[in-house]
Every structure is written in structure tokens, then in C-alpha cells.
């Protein structure tokens, strides 16, 4: 069972386009976060989202938390090339004393020129 | 700012030999993990160690070992390699664990064959 589903899994759009990609589960999270990966390289941390309804932006990604902390999305502005890559998101989970990530399986972004 | 260091970056071996895979991180942060990235799978969760001098299983320990070696470094061992161990491993570190807003800092991998 995943503890985190990702949708859509395979996105390939037109540059300029919007997009929005999400991040949901049946369990409540106290924060997630969204890693940016390119081929070939590890995942780079985009974002953390803390409050319920909480919005973060950067440039021209947003990233929403849900209310009730058990989901989260991604929309993305006029999509550029540059953008293109894997999108995770992840969420702490507590197991004995500490705290571990478990992540979702990606959303593997195409931004054509 | 070499952040989080790994080597090799690529490996193949045969089924059964062994090797380490070496991670190594300047940032100063205690804690320290190994994830293993599959298609279609994500990433899991192997090992990790939440501050020098200690380590626990993650998701997917079986078949690997693991030594914190200083703050520093946290290396990977594959004592008999299996094809199924065929991946790519990444290393990551964050300043905590237990506080669930910390962010890891990842390496670039390294992509393993196992013939």
C-alpha cells in the first residue's frame, strides 16, 4: 500500500502550458514536501508546507497543502523547458523515535520546446 | 559546496561478488540515509542513521549492511550481490531526524548493475 499516490505518473505538455499535479493520501501529515530529481541527479528540495491550506510559491510553481493535511499539488505557469524532470513528494512519518520520509512514486514531467 | 559526495557513480558487478558504496557529507548534519530508487517504485528506504554511533532498518534492508563510519561518512555494503539489488542508490543527510520539517540533502547516486 502507498502511503503517499502521485497523479498523474507521466505528464508530457507543450512549453507555455499550465499544469497541475497532485500528492494524496488517507493519512494526515503534519508537513510534506516536494523534491524536484533531473536525470541523473538526486532529488533537490523544492518545498515544505506545514499549515493546512497553507500556499508556497516559487517563480512560477505553486504548492497548495490541503486543509485537513492529507494532500497536497503542484501547479505549474507557463511550463518551460527547464521544468522538465521527476516531481516527489514526501511526508514524515513516525516510526519508534524518530522520523522518517516516505515518498510517493513520482510524477515524471515533458515540457517540449 | 560539495554537500553530499558519493562513489562510485557507476558499478556493475557479478552475482555474488560484494562491494561498499561510500557516502560522505561536509554539512555537518547527524543524520544520514541510503534509499534505493527503482522504475515505477520510488524511492525506499534502506538503512539509515539517525546520529553517529547509531543505525536502524529501513524498508528494504535485507541483503544490505551498513556502518556510520564518523558524522561524516555512511557507507553501504553488498556482502553477495543479487541481480535483484541492480538500482540506483542514493545517499542523502539532514541536520535532524525526529523533527518532520527537515529537509535531505541528496548525493547523485550510484547506478549499480548486478549481472
Known amino acids: 500500500t502507498q502511503l503517499l499516490e502521485q497523479s498523474p505518473q507521466f505528464l508530457s505538455i507543450q512549453e507555455g502550458e499550465n499544469l497541475t499535479v497532485y500528492c494524496n493520501s488517507s493519512?494526515?501529515?503534519?508537513?510534506l514536501q516536494w523534491y524536484r530529481q533531473e536525470p541523473g541527479e538526486g532529488p533537490v528540495l523544492l518545498v515544505t508546507?506545514?499549515?493546512?491550506?497553507e500556499v508556497k510559491k516559487l517563480k512560477r510553481l505553486t504548492f497548495q497543502f490541503g486543509d485537513a493535511r492529507k494532500d497536497s499539488s503542484l501547479h505549474i505557469t507557463a511550463a518551460q523547458p527547464g521544468d522538465t524532470g521527476l516531481y516527489l513528494c514526501a511526508g514524515p512519518r513516525k516510526v519508534g523515535a524518530n522520523s522518517k520520509l516516505t515518498f510517493g512514486k513520482g510524477i515524471t514531467l515533458s515540457v517540449r520546446p | 559546496n560539495a554537500g553530499v559526495t558519493q562513489t562510485p557513480k557507476f558499478q556493475v558487478l557479478k552475482t555474488g561478488q560484494s562491494m561498499t558504496l561510500q557516502c560522505a557529507q561536509d554539512?555537518?548534519?547527524?543524520?544520514m540515509y541510503w534509499y534505493r530508487q527503482d522504475p515505477g517504485m520510488g524511492l525506499r528506504l534502506i538503512y539509515y542513521s539517525a546520529s553517529e554511533g547509531t543505525t536502524d532498518k529501513g524498508e528494504v534492508p535485507n541483503g544490505y549492511n551498513v556502518s556510520r563510519l564518523n558524522k561524516r561518512e555512511f557507507s553501504l555494503r553488498l556482502e553477495s550481490a543479487a541481480p535483484s539489488q541492480t538500482s540506483v542508490y542514493f545517499c542523502?543527510?539532514?541536520?535532524?531526524?525526529?523533527?518532520?520539517?527537515?529537509?535531505?540533502?541528496f548525493g547523485d547516486g550510484t547506478r549499480l548493475s548486478i549481472l
Open positions: 542523502a543527510s539532514s541536520a535532524l531526524t525526529g523533527y518532520s520539517n527537515q529537509p535531505q540533502h
Open positions: 493519512s494526515v501529515f503534519s508537513s
Open positions: 508546507v506545514v499549515t493546512g491550506g
Open positions: 554539512m555537518n548534519h547527524n543524520s
